[in-house]
């Protein structure tokens, strides 16, 4: 009896799991890809588009190399690029540019509030406020985001896992 329950346990715990579809990033020159799977969010940018476009990828289509997003076919081969998300620069430039804002609100409410009419706000204050603030604009412009750009070195592929 343990054995057979034991044999049907295995069986079971075989068969139960199903393939999946797998949507790969591949680098030329490179063995490790990145996976995206069914379910996923995916934020993808068009040829020829200016915006992003966001969806939950419904389905993977590997026979004619397609998404199913937002009920909408898209093919791969009409991809820009892929937001793969925020990086250290995003988060930096964040705190930056509230640093420059607290600092230049904090020194304008204390030149406003302190009862002295001969006190002014320094311009050194305002250059720290500013520089901050630029400092983790450029950090947020140019070092926030992590984009797939796809060309001739990194492509898109959906293969099908099933045995």
């Not at 984009?147 to 070195?153: D, N």
Request: hydrophobic share 40%; charged share 20%.
């Amino acid at each position: 009896m343990r054995l057979l329950l034991a044999l049907t346990l295995v069986l079971f715990l075989c068969t139960c799991g199903s393939a999946q579809k797998v949507m790969l990033l591949e680098k030329v020159g490179k063995a490790g890809t990145e996976r995206v799977y069914e379910g996923e969010t995916l934020r993808f940018k068009m040829q020829g588009d200016n915006f992003w476009q966001e969806g939950r990828i419904e389905e993977m289509r590997p026979d004619i190399q397609a998404l199913v997003i937002n009920d909408r076919f898209i093919l791969l081969e009409n991809i820009h690029s892929l937001h793969r998300g925020s990086t250290f620069g995003k988060a930096a430039g964040l705190s930056l540019m509230t640093f420059g804002v607290v600092w230049t609100t904090i020194g304008l409410l204390g030149y406003n509030t302190d009862g002295d009419p001969d006190s002014q706000i320094s311009g050194g204050q305002l250059a720290v406020g500013a520089g901050s603030f630029a400092t983790g604009y450029i950090l947020n412009r140019f070092l926030g985001q992590k984009k797939f750009k796809l060309g001739r070195k990194k492509r898109l592929r959906i293969i099908d896992t099933t045995f």
